[in-house]
């Protein structure tokens, strides 16, 4: 098949169900790219322990990274719109990602990591908001929540293997160059490096499984023109996305969090190694959680649902908070285990209904003719609340406490929670 295919309405004429071909396609596609940069997700924290960088490095890397992918999503958007041709650009993304992490794969100082980070986010930034629009396209509007709940398990399901594969290899990659005398950068680098095979396969898996019906192209739309047209109570509902986006960080920095945390107890690698394992559990929380979360909300109405899932949010930061902030509760190695255990479980939980509702809500706010760069703006939101996120708690972390970054981040949450809670009845949602 022509990765372009046919330019119309973006709407597929023949949808009758959430269970089709493109939407099958997509979930298969994401899963893979999630099994390939979910894994870099768990590398990257040890990978520059291992070149003696500190949380703030992280967090700027993190920060950056979201930053460039939160301007790419908004052009992206609005390129789409324009020349009315969304496959393509897709494919472009996931490849990007594939060359991100390659560069990864070959470097030795924290230049180059940011580097890769950057060129895999831009790819990140291009696909999604183009991916969400052609599933949109594809599915009946009634069935939106299960559809985009099924495609974030598909998505988090490679997002469980993914850390599960890296947690146990690099145990094994590090006795392997230790052995040969090589430099224990080296390990992370050949686990960074295994991670271009299923980003590979993402490529050829869009390429080939997903069709677009394209969007009617509009050449004379002017970016300036095709935001301020984005309607009333969508730029209000991204306020409150906005709110709740700057309290939520880069997952790595809750890696991080849960490698300090179980290394009182226990040495460097079986600390990484646990928390990469919780990062799994979380994982495997999201992807369990994404279908019946989109089915429920389908019934029950997005809005109240989301409310609750920023509400689970904040909880789950201020758990972190009462985890560092009180010595009884890492006196004992099994219950310092059982409360990260609870952390990374009600932060799949949210992860669950954030990513599943939030481009359901779109979707129902944004009219057809700038329906891509309303994904796009809304990406870049998100994108930008990681970037003020990640560097604003990597450097309160490191210069404060960690449990003043975290109780930063829980009000954030909270803060985005109200604003959604008090929108007037049906503004993110008709129901």
Known sequence: MDISDQSGDGIDPSRKSWWNPTVIGASIT???????????????????????????????IEGIADGIASF?????GYLTDRIGHRKPLVVLGYS????GQAVMAVATAWGMILLGRAIGWMGRGIRGPLR??????????DQRGRAFGFHRAADTLGAVLGPALGAASLPLLVQYVAERHWTPVAAFQIAMGLT??????????????????????NPKLRFHRAVASLPRPFRQYLFAVA???????????????ASQALHRHFDLGTAAALAGGLYVLRNIIQATASFPVGAWADRIGYRSFLVSGYA?????????????????????PALTVAVMTAVFVLAGLYM????????????????????????????????LGDLGSSILVGAIWTHLSPQAAFGAAGLLMLAGAAVLARLEAGTPSQK
């Open 30 to 60: 994401s899963g893979l790219a999630d099994l390939s940069y979910e894994t870099a997700n768990v590398i990257l924290p040890g990978f520059l322990a291992a070149l003696g960088l500190s949380p703030s490095v992280l967090g700027t």
């Open 72 to 76: 790419t999503k908004i052009a992206a």
């Open 96 to 99: 990007l990602t594939v060359l």
């Open 132 to 141: 969400d629009a052609i599933v949109s396209g594809a599915i009946p509007e």
């Open 196 to 217: 271009v095979i299923p980003g590979v396969l993402a490529v050829l898996s869009f390429a080939f499984l997903v069709q677009d019906y394209g969007s009617r192209p």
């Open 243 to 257: 709110l709740f986006g700057m309290g939520d960080f880069a997952p790595t920095l809750l890696i991080l969090a």
């Open 312 to 332: 689970v949010g904040a909880a789950t930061m201020f758990l972190l908070v009462l985890a560092f902030a009180l010595p009884a509760l890492s006196a004992v």
């Open 352 to 383: 669950a209904v954030q990513e599943a509702l939030e481009p359901v809500i779109t979707s129902t706010l944004v009219p057809p003719e700038v329906k891509t760069t309303g994904f796009g703006v809304l990406g870049a939101v998100n994108g």
